[in-house]
C-alpha cells in the first residue's frame, strides 16, 4: 500500500528541524498502522506547492492532502493546479483523503465553497459531533475531539457529498463522497505543541479571549488515534 502525501504548504527551516514538514507529521501518525495494511505500508511525499505531482495518478493507491496557510480561494497557479488533479483523481475514484486545507480544496475543486469564517478562528481543540454514521467508523462514537487551526471554513458542500461532522463554529467539518472522498477540518496529524506554536505565530490576529480559550482547550486530550483509524479503515476498504 503505497500513500501519496500532497504537502501544500512550505514551511520555515526552523520549523521542520523541530516538527517536520506536514509530510513528515502523516507519516509518522500512520506508520504505526503498518501491520493493519495486506500489503507492506510507503509514503512518497510530492511537493504540490512546487508543481510536484506523480508521473501517473495510478503511482500511489491513496492520497492525503495536507494543511497549509494558504486559502483555497487564493488566485495562485499551484492551487490551480491542485484543483484540476482532485478533479481526475475523484474522476478515477482514487481514494482521497483531505485534512483542512485539503478538506477545503477538495469542497471547492468539486463543486462546493470555501469562504473565511465570520465568527473568527477555531483554534486549539474542539468536539466535532457525528451527525452521520459509516462502516467505516470503528471503534464508533457520536463525538470526538480535534486539534484544530483554521480561519477558513467550507459553506457549501459539492454535489453528493455527505456530511458526517460538525462544530459550533464550522457546520461541514467532515464529509465523505462515495467510497473514495474522505474529509476532515481538523488535524490528526498536530501536537498540542505545534497548536502551541500557531497560537503564538497568529497572536496578532487573535484577541485576549481567542489565545486563552485556545490554551486552555489543550488540556483536553484529542482523539488523533480514533481518526487515524477511521481512514485506515476508509483507504483499506
Known amino acids: 500500500m503505497k500513500i501519496g502525501i500532497l504537502d501544500a504548504d512550505k514551511l520555515s527551516p526552523s520549523i521542520i528541524k523541530k516538527y517536520g514538514c506536514y509530510a513528515d507529521l502523516f507519516i509518522n501518525l500512520l506508520s504505526p498502522l ?25 503511482d500511489c493507491d491513496a492520497y492525503i492532502i495536507t494543511g497549509s496557510q494558504y486559502s483555497s480561494y487564493e488566485e495562485i497557479s499551484w492551487i490551480k493546479e491542485l484543483e484540476d488533479y482532485i478533479r481526475l483523481l475523484s474522476r478515477e475514484k482514487i481514494k482521497l483523503i483531505g485534512i483542512c486545507f485539503g478538506h477545503q480544496m477538495i469542497a471547492q475543486s468539486l463543486g462546493g465553497k470555501v469562504e473565511k469564517n465570520t465568527k473568527g478562528w477555531e483554534l486549539g481543540i474542539t468536539a466535532t459531533h457525528i451527525n ?43 464529509f465523505c ?3 473514495h472522498i474522505l474529509t476532515f477540518q481538523g488535524h490528526p ?21 481567542q489565545r486563552q480559550s485556545a490554551k486552555a482547550s489543550l488540556h483536553q486530550r484529542d482523539d488523533h488515534e480514533l481518526i487515524m483509524n477511521w481512514i485506515f479503515n476508509f483507504i483499506n476498504n
Open 34 to 58: 503498518h501491520n493493519k495494511f495486506s500489503q507492506p505500508l510507503s509514503f512518497k511525499r510530492y511537493n504540490v506547492f512546487d508543481s510536484d505531482y506523480p508521473q501517473s495518478i495510478h
Open 132 to 174: 452521520e454514521m459509516f462502516d467505516w467508523m470503528q471503534p464508533s462514537r457520536e463525538f470526538f475531539f480535534s486539534l484544530v487551526s483554521h480561519q477558513d471554513h467550507v459553506t457549501q458542500l459539492p454535489e453528493h457529498a455527505i456530511n458526517f461532522a460538525e462544530t459550533n463554529l464550522s457546520p461541514y467539518s467532515g
Open 177 to 179: 463522497i462515495d467510497r
Open 189 to 209: 496529524e498536530f501536537s498540542n505543541e505545534y497548536v502551541k506554536l500557531i497560537i503564538k505565530l497568529q497572536e496578532k490576529d487573535l484577541s485576549n479571549q
